[in-house]
């Protein structure tokens, strides 16, 4: 847990830098360190989005730095008919940078916990999200400015627009993300993002009832983003901060869903699960949501066909491999395990060895255990949406013989 938080605040420092911008934990300030910023907060408060996350260091760190360094912030709200919310410099007469240092910094500490309450209290006004259009008013913004030494735009939402002319009801993410750049293009729909850097915190953590984006479609969608700022001249940084664990679906006005494309099944087949001489299953194979999804809180299949699809080669693969014996652990989202969540994840485990034992594997060749949140490939603080949290939502397949089988079986 130690090392997977060192690592997340090693790529917001990074992010942070290559913004120009100072912060995590900086020994010095802004104004000790770098010219003056300016920057501006690009913020989707709608449904169909998780909480957006202000208590992130990319968000509290920079804003404190930009106005100890008397720089300027502004913000926009992004819903279907953007608006610039706060437009503000925070330059100060000179005869009060006279100040203690500790006054300096008790002040801007001041402004930046209301500028973030402010934030926090913006709610979509009109149904439906234009986030290229959200870009393009933040770049207003900004490009009017003279004096700053750098430019930042930190967008915060899932960049998945229901409206304008990136709209991605059009099945843009089954689309190779270069063709979608060169229509942009021609239609001359990319802003000029020359001398700016736009990070990019939650894209993709999209809430109930739209569908969550598989990693292939997250991917695609930071490559839409990223090339839409490149192209426009600027640089783009994407930041894996986790949202906020808040259920936002009432606050605001409707949001049209993205119907997603279909993945493509993984498929099990001899070069994945190994031979009978060299087993590849002594390291863990993972029945995802992606792969075999189960309906809500069920041990039942959501789609019963489709899993017996996904689960017949390594039914066909342990039938020609009789050697081995198999562990199925089940596990479920969440950081705390009761009663409930270590039954449901043993039921779950449970159905996948049914469903072996009806395509013709021996019972006696499975042994099956429900791990609830405790199994040793679980990321904790990922709540229960997002890509990250229907991760911890599986069912391992192991050669009961290797180490970690042993382990597992023997607490």
């Known amino acids: 847990m130690k090392n997977r938080m060192a690592a997340l605040l090693t790529t917001i420092c990074l992010a942070a830098s290559a913004a120009g911008l100072t912060g995590c934990g900086s020994q010095a300030s802004a104004k000790e360190t770098s010219g003056m910023n300016a920057v501006c907060y690009a913020i ?40 610039l919310a706060a437009a503000d410099s925070y330059d100060i007469d000179s005869q009060y ?3 203690s240092k500790e006054k300096l910094k008790t002040d801007a500490r001041a402004k930046a916990t209301n500028l973030i309450a402010y934030m926090e209290s913006q709610v979509a006004n009109d ?39 990136l709209n991605f009801q059009n099945n843009l993410l089954s689309v190779e993300p270069e063709a979608v750049l060169d229509q942009l293009e021609e239609k001359n729909e990319i802003p000029d993002f020359t001398g700016i850097t736009v990070v ?19 991917k695609r969608l930071q490559e839409i983003w990223g090339g839409i700022v490149e192209r426009g001249g600027g640089t783009f940084v994407y930041n894996d901060i986790m949202a906020n664990p808040v259920d936002t679906e009432a606050a605001y006005p409707p949001v049209d869903t993205v119907e997603l494309p279909a993945e493509t099944p993984v498929e099990f087949d001899e070069e994945l699960l190994g031979t009978a001489d060299e087993s590849l ?33 390594i039914a066909d693969y342990l039938i020609e491999n009789d050697q081995i014996t198999i562990l199925l652990a089940g596990t479920t ?14 039921e779950r485990a449970d159905a996948v060895r049914d469903t072996l034992i009806h395509l013709g594997v021996e019972e006696s060749r499975i042994v099956t255990v429900g791990l609830g949140s405790s199994d040793p490939w679980h990321v904790y603080g990922a709540g229960y949406e997002g890509s990250i949290a229907s991760g911890n939502r599986k069912v391992v397949l192991l050669d009961a013989s290797s180490d970690t089988a042993k382990a597992i079986l023997s607490k």
């Open 44 to 83: 989707a408060p709608t449904a169909n989005s998780q909480g957006l996350n202000m208590s992130s260091p990319l968000v509290q760190d920079t804003i404190y730095d930009t106005i100890l360094d008397y720089g300027y912030i502004s913000v926009v709200v992004v819903d279907g008919d953007p608006e």
């Open 97 to 99: 940078k006279k100040a």
């Open 127 to 165: 149904a439906q999200v234009d986030y290229l259009e959200g870009l393009r008013m933040a770049v207003r913004s900004l490009s009017s400015l003279e004096g700053y030494d750098s430019r930042t735009i930190v967008v915060i939402g899932t960049g998945l627009s229901t409206q304008g002319t």
């Open 200 to 218: 990019w915190q939650q894209m993709g953590d999209v809430a109930s009832p739209q569908q969550e984006l598989s990693q292939t479609q997250r």
């Open 281 to 313: 299953l002594q390291e863990p194979v993972m029945l995802t949501e992606e792969q075999v999804s189960f309906v809500p809180d069920q041990a039942a299949y959501l789609d019963e066909e489709e899993a017996v699809t996904t689960i017949r080669p």
């Open 333 to 346: 989202a969440g950081d705390e395990n009761n009663d409930y969540s270590m039954t449901l994840s043993q």
